[in-house]
C-alpha cells in the first residue's frame, strides 16, 4: 500500500523528492502519513478534498482484498 501511495502522490506534486510516505500500523488497520513540500498541499487535497477522497477510496479498496483498513493523513 505504500508503494502504491507514494507513486500516486508522486505523479500529483511538481517538488517529486520532497515525497515520503510513513505507515503507521495498528491492530487490523494502518495510518499512511504522506509530507510533501508546502506548495503541494494543495494538489494533494485537491479541490473540496477530492484528490483526497480519490486516493482513500483506492486505498480502500486495495485493503478489502487483504482485510486490513487504511487511513490517509497529509503532513506538510
Known amino acids: 500500500m505504500r508503494e502504491l501511495v507514494h507513486n500516486i502522490v508522486k505523479s500529483l506534486v511538481d517538488h517529486e523528492e520532497a515525497v515520503s510516505v510513513n505507515v503507521v500500523s495498528g491492530e487490523g488497520s494502518s495510518v499512511l502519513e504522506v509530507k510533501v513540500a508546502q506548495d503541494d498541499v494543495g494538489k494533494i487535497i485537491g479541490k473540496q478534498g477530492n484528490t483526497a477522497k480519490a486516493i482513500r477510496t483506492i486505498m480502500k479498496a486495495s485493503g478489502k ?11 506538510s
Open 65 to 75: 482484498k487483504i482485510d486490513q483498513k487504511f487511513s490517509l493523513n497529509i503532513v
